[in-house]
């Protein structure tokens, strides 16, 4: 599918077969794309404000300068994907699939990361404030010169295996 700057604000793609779709610089704002396969899609640049991508596959897609923005990733699979410096502001991504996921110098800032598997990913620079990390499996994360104030780390399972009480 070569959907490269197309018009998807509000489409409902539940469940949609996107596979290696190019929907590089598209408007997917408020989309819906819950349950949607969009492994190794191409969303370089796309729009996803507002996106309800909740239990969507996004494995090895492809997502520089994408804006995700207050999406809804709840249930998602986002193993190994590269989100570095990307505004990932009050974006729900709890109970999602994060493993080895690259988030370095993301910004943060308020997400829910509760019950999210964060195992092995890099969020070195990244910009945790506010974010809540309830319950979430960070073993072996790296979480180099990441801001942490007011981050909620309650039961979450710290880099070197320990539980926060």
Same mark, same amino acid.
């Given at each position: &599918?070569?959907? =490269?700057?197309?018009?998807?604000?509000? #489409?409902?793609? !539940?469940? @949609?077969?996107?596979?290696? #779709?190019?929907?590089?610089?598209?408007?997917?704002?408020?989309?819906?794309? +819950?349950?949607? =396969?969009?492994?190794?899609?191409?969303? *370089?640049?796309?729009?996803?404000?507002? #996106? =309800?991508?909740?239990?969507?596959?996004? $494995?090895? /897609?492809? %997502?520089?300068? @994408?804006?995700?923005?207050? @999406?809804?990733? $709840?249930?998602?699979?986002?193993?190994?994907?590269?989100?570095?410096?990307?505004? %990932?502001?009050?974006?729900?991504? !709890?109970?999602?699939?994060? &493993? +080895?996921?690259?988030?370095?110098?993301?910004?943060?800032?308020? /997400?829910? %990361?509760?019950?999210?598997?964060?195992?092995? @990913? *890099?969020? *070195?620079?990244?910009?945790?404030?506010?974010? *809540?990390?309830?319950?979430?499996?960070?073993?072996?994360? &790296?979480?180099?010169?990441? $801001? !942490?104030?007011?981050? =909620?780390?309650? /039961?979450?399972?710290?880099?070197?295996?320990?539980?926060?009480?």
């Amino acid at each position: &599918i070569d959907g =490269k700057w197309a018009d998807f604000r509000g #489409a409902d793609l !539940t469940d @949609a077969l996107l596979y290696g #779709a190019d929907l590089g610089s598209a408007d997917l704002s408020g989309a819906q794309l +819950e349950g949607a =396969k969009l492994g190794r899609a191409k969303l *370089n640049q796309a729009n996803l404000e507002g #996106a =309800k991508l909740a239990r969507s596959d996004l $494995r090895e /897609a492809r %997502l520089a300068g @994408a804006r995700l923005k207050d @999406a809804d990733l $709840r249930g998602a699979v986002l193993d190994g994907l590269l989100l570095r410096e990307l505004d %990932l502001r009050d974006v729900d991504f !709890t109970l999602s699939d994060m &493993i +080895e996921a690259d988030l370095r110098n993301a910004d943060l800032r308020g /997400a829910q %990361l509760a019950g999210v598997n964060l195992y092995g @990913a *890099n969020l *070195n620079s990244a910009d945790l404030r506010g974010a *809540n990390f309830e319950g979430a499996n960070l073993t072996n994360a &790296i979480l180099t010169d990441a $801001r !942490t104030d007011g981050a =909620k780390f309650d /039961a979450a399972i710290m880099p070197d295996g320990h539980r926060v009480e």
